[in-house]
Nanobody
Framework: VQLQASGGGLVQAGESLRLTCEASGPSFSTDVMAWFRQAPGKAREFVAAIRRSDGATFYADSVKGRFTISRDDAKNIVYLQANNMKTDDSAAYYC?????????????????WGQGTQVTVSS
């Protein structure tokens, strides 16, 4: 499965952005799609995940209440709606996939990765 992330850009603090991750290849009910981000000089960190089978979601505390992960199964796309963005949200955002139905937050738990899309939030 190949993943293609897009939608990054430059926004001001308080504004919104929607990131898109398109998956090409077979999909399964056990798919778990996640978003991670990595700022310069920092480790890659978990942002949010969604499970295909039941739509369950999980968020990092830092984005809870501001970001929403959703999916369009017909298009095999996962979205990350980021609202009320902060300068600390600036990072390269990556989408990732695991296919065992378990929502994990560690990057080594995911075996498929898309390229990053850069998000910059200015003050």
């Amino acid at each position: 499965v190949q993943l293609q992330a897009s939608g990054g850009g430059l926004v001001q603090a308080g504004e919104s952005l929607r990131l898109t991750c398109e998956a090409s290849g077979p999909s399964f009910s056990t798919d778990v799609m996640a978003w991670f981000r990595q700022a310069p000089g920092k480790a890659r960190e978990f942002v949010a995940a969604i499970r295909r089978s039941d739509g369950a979601t999980f968020y990092a505390d830092s984005v809870k209440g501001r970001f929403t992960i959703s999916r369009d199964d017909a298009k095999n796309i996962v979205y990350l709606q980021a609202n009320n963005m902060k300068t600390d949200d600036s990072a390269a955002y990556y989408c990732a996939l695991r296919q065992d139905g378990l929502m994990k937050t560690r990057e080594h738990s995911y075996h498929n990765w898309g390229q990053g899309t850069q998000v910059t939030v200015s003050s």
